[in-house]
């Protein structure tokens, strides 16, 4: 296994605040572990996550934000 790029594709703005399209790019680690890094809207930032499944559940919004995977598994 090796590390996997993704983005985060938001179809709604729910919060109003980053916009919609890609608004973050990410890495999950062989671990399991990934790292978010916000590149839209004024207010960038990189947060390290225990799991994938961690990001989805907080920026998911219920489907209106997509992990979508650069690489393949």
Not at 62 to 67: D, K
Request: aromatic letters at 6%; zero cysteines; proline letters at 1%.
């Amino acid at each position: 296994m090796t590390a996997r790029r993704f983005e985060l594709h938001r179809d709604v703005d729910v919060s109003g605040i980053s916009g919609t399209g890609v608004v973050a790019e990410g890495v999950a680690f062989t671990d399991g572990s990934a790292v978010l890094r916000w590149t839209a809207g004024v207010h960038h930032s990189t947060v390290v996550w225990p799991d994938i499944a961690s990001v989805e559940i907080i920026h998911g919004h219920g489907g209106a934000t997509r992990v979508l995977w650069i690489d393949e598994a």
